[in-house]
Structures are given as structure tokens and as C-alpha cells.
């Protein structure tokens, strides 16, 4: 079993920057590629970012691209976001989930652990 707990969420006015955690216990994640995804009342959940088991690979959703930052510390078994130029269209409650696979895809039955999510709210 892996249990993963997010942090860092948070108020933000537009344009500002906040930097996600997710923190994995558990079963080693270190061979799994790890994502996040947001989801807004009324939406579904989107895919955000994902990045591979090495953190070699990282893939963005387009409307984060050249803003959102993946990155990952397999030593601590943490994965993060820096959200940066953050838009009122971001705000959403962010959840990371461990895929079951190496690489990252988009889809969310990709990804068999998640954690309980953490709110981001962008005041414009």
C-alpha cells in the first residue's frame, strides 16, 4: 500500500506562486511514474503534469506549459509542483497519484494511489 499526503495549497492572488508536495509512504515509489491532477467544482478531474520513475521525463498539460514545474526527490520520496504566473483558472483542489507504470500518461486509470488533495485558490 502507498499513502500519499499533499501539501502546500493554499490563497494566492493572480500571478503569484505556490509550490506543492506530495509526500509518498508506503511501498517504494521510486520505480513509478507520478502525476498530478486538479479538478475545479463542476469539472472533472484534468491531468496536470506527470513525470517519470527517474524524473528524466516531465509532460505538461498545455494550459500549465512554461509555468508548472514537476520535479522529484526519490530520496525523500517526494514529488513537487512550483506553480508560477498562477491564473484564477488554476484554482482547484491538486491531487498527486502514483501511475502504474514507469512513464507518465495523462489519463487518470493510469494511476492506482491517490492522495486526498490539497485546495489552491487564486484570487484575481
Known amino acids: 500500500q502507498v499513502q500519499l499526503v499533499e501539501s502546500g495549497g493554499g490563497l494566492v492572488q493572480a500571478g503569484g506562486s505556490l509550490r506543492l508536495s506530495c509526500a509518498a509512504s508506503?511501498?517504494?515509489?521510486?520505480?513509478?511514474?507520478m502525476g498530478w491532477f486538479r479538478q475545479a467544482p463542476g469539472k472533472e478531474r484534468e491531468f496536470v503534469s506527470g513525470i517519470s520513475w527517474m524524473g528524466a521525463r516531465t509532460v505538461y498539460a498545455d494550459s500549465v506549459k512554461g509555468r508548472f514545474t514537476m520535479s522529484r526527490d526519490s530520496a525523500k520520496q517526494t514529488v513537487y509542483l512550483q506553480m508560477n504566473s498562477l491564473k484564477s483558472e488554476d484554482t482547484a483542489i491538486y491531487y498527486c497519484?502514483?501511475?502504474?507504470?514507469?512513464?507518465?500518461?495523462?489519463?487518470?486509470?493510469?494511476?492506482?494511489?491517490w492522495g486526498q488533495g490539497t485546495q489552491v485558490t487564486v484570487s484575481s
Open positions: 508506503g511501498r517504494t515509489f521510486s520505480n513509478k511514474a
Open positions: 497519484a502514483q501511475s502504474r507504470t514507469m512513464v507518465p500518461f495523462p489519463s487518470p486509470n493510469e494511476y492506482d494511489y
